[in-house]
């Protein structure tokens, strides 16, 4: 239980006694400091930007380069703009030990400007004083968003950093900014030239070699200690905070030979269900996504689209909600896309929490008004019920001239669908015939289940192959239409580019045209991609021998109309039960046997 100490979820680690972990980002800034550039490092709170600016002041202090770290909260903002600025240089002062008096030298300034007064400070006092190089590290900058003069402090940091060409004692004095800010956030008046100077450090979560040295607390075997961590990381994905967290309860438990399930459970009681409403790290991450949220609304309904996953939502650095959403950090930056930062955000922050905190729509507002609306509604019906029972009577008789005419266009209409649906299930059972993966056995199961995929979808129709999200359907089987409709479902507006009869997104249909190697976008071709899908979730297997339920389960991965083993769809969609499958299943199955033209004989 004594390890406990090595494990660091608040503060920095060297003030707590906790082990340090050093991460690739950590001589990315020392190199930075080395060479004097001008740096920040604007992430998310609990990723160790604190620990980082110790041990990197520690560094440099080896080197002989003077440092000063400056936590702005110390200021207060319940302040005004001179006490502020004079307990910014008192800091200043009494770190480096310099002789002159800040506070006299500040008010002998005071008609200039705050901007002017600091720029003039670091060059005719801190560089004139201190002969060696130094650098300020400014932490907990995002406290001065809600300060309305701080601006002149950014802007005396850019100014010093640019105007290094004509003032060449500028090159040592260097900054480093920490905090949960955007650069767009540091210099907020328009009027101003905008923080656009410096170097970004990026932190990374923990990689299982960077985060091993953790598992000295939990008195595990050295052979089990990667397993163990690797269990750790499953959920946390190399958060600092969540990491060190998790390891911190796995010492309160007491040492004992660690399994996979017991981590899990361990999870469960930590992190989620009311827990989740203790922990710190969540609450900042709820308030971001909720009370701190420049657009609520719209910052919602991106991060719900990052946690459905249908379709990659790639980062766009000039937008102010993806740049809120990595600020919380309950995403990050994988390549050019955004992703779920971790299990544990997924699962505290899931679809069903999205659509609790979303706010409220039209309906909702009104529902307060209904009593008085539903009168005037009446009203209205009854004043126009006789002038709508006569256009009703019109119309009867304008129907009844037409409904001979449209039953023999129903009569074409359906010889065409048979004709078609015969041809289409030719296709699919020739190409089941040609693949190497469908079995004799297999192929009857496998257009069935094709074909209840398609049923669940809405698409079995014989024109599926050519619907695209919103009903509407398309003419050129070249390519994926890649069409963005929306529609109403559940009361909710929902886009996306689904096509074809098993409602595939551009996306995959594009890493499936390269993995497959598919000319079109054709019927056999959506087939073969459907059934490629179908064997990537290992559900070939189970339809072949049988087991009709986990085929369904494991294929539930990739289409939301089918349930997960709880019932429900992992993507928010209604889905129909187990049984209703089965059955429907089932009728396809036979007619995979008898196909159209054949008859069913029944002894």
Known sequence: MAKQAIYTTGGTVQAGGGIYLSRQTDEELLTLCRAGTLSYILTPRQMGKSSLMVWTAEQLSQEGVRSVIIDLTQLGVQVTAEQWYLGLLTIIEEQLELETDVVQWWQERTHLGSTQRLTQFFKDVLLVEVAERVTIFVDEIDSTLSLDFTDDLFAAIRYLFVARAQEPEFHRLSFVLIGVATPGDLIRDP???????????????????????????????????????????????????????????????????????????????????????QDNNLQFVRDMLTKRA??????????????????????????????????????????????????????????????????????QRLKPAMPIIATLLMALIVMTGLVIYANQQ?????????????????????????????????????????????????????????????????????????????????????????????????????????????????STWDDLVQKLQLPDFSPPSQDQAAIELIREQNALEDLETGKLESAIYKASQVWGSLPNSNGVSNYGFQVPSINTLRSVYEIYYLKSLYPIGKSLRVK
């Open 191 to 277: 009027k101003r030239t905008p923080f656009n100077v410096g170097q970004r450090v990026d932190l990374t979560d923990f990689s299982l070699e960077e985060a091993l040295p953790l598992s000295a607390g939990l008195e595990v075997a050295a052979a089990q200690a990667e397993q163990v961590m690797g269990w750790v990381l499953k959920w946390t994905g190399g958060h600092p905070y969540l990491t060190q967290r998790l390891c911190q309860a796995m010492t309160q438990v007491g040492g004992r030979r660690w399994s996979e399930a017991e981590v899990d459970r361990l999870v469960v009681s930590t992190f989620l269900g009311q827990q989740s409403e």
């Open 294 to 363: 420049p657009e609520p609304g719209l910052v919602l309904k991106t991060y719900r689209e990052i946690w459905r996953g249908k379709r990659l939502v790639m980062d766009e650095e000039q937008s102010l909600v993806k740049s809120h959403l990595k600020l919380s950090g309950v995403v990050r930056r994988e390549g050019r896309a955004l992703h779920i930062r971790n299990r544990i955000y997924r699962q505290v922050f899931d679809g069903r929490w999205i659509q609790t905190h979303l706010p409220e729509n039209w309906w």
């Open 394 to 506: 019109r119309q009867i008789a304008i129907d009844a001239l037409h409904q001979r005419e449209k039953a023999e266009q129903q009569t074409m209409i359906v010889g065409k669908q048979r004709q078609e649906a015969i041809k289409q299930s030719q296709l699919l059972e020739g190409l089941l015939r040609r693949s190497s993966i469908a079995t004799p056995t297999l192929r009857p199961k496998l257009k069935a289940f094709l074909d209840m995929i398609a049923w669940s979808l809405g698409t079995a129709q014989p024109n599926g192959y050519s619907l695209i999200f919103s009903g509407d359907s398309f003419a050129n089987f070249k390519d994926h239409p890649r069409q963005l409709k929306c529609a109403i479902y559940l009361g909710k507006k929902i886009c996306s580019d689904t096509a074809g009869r098993y409602s595939l997104v551009s």
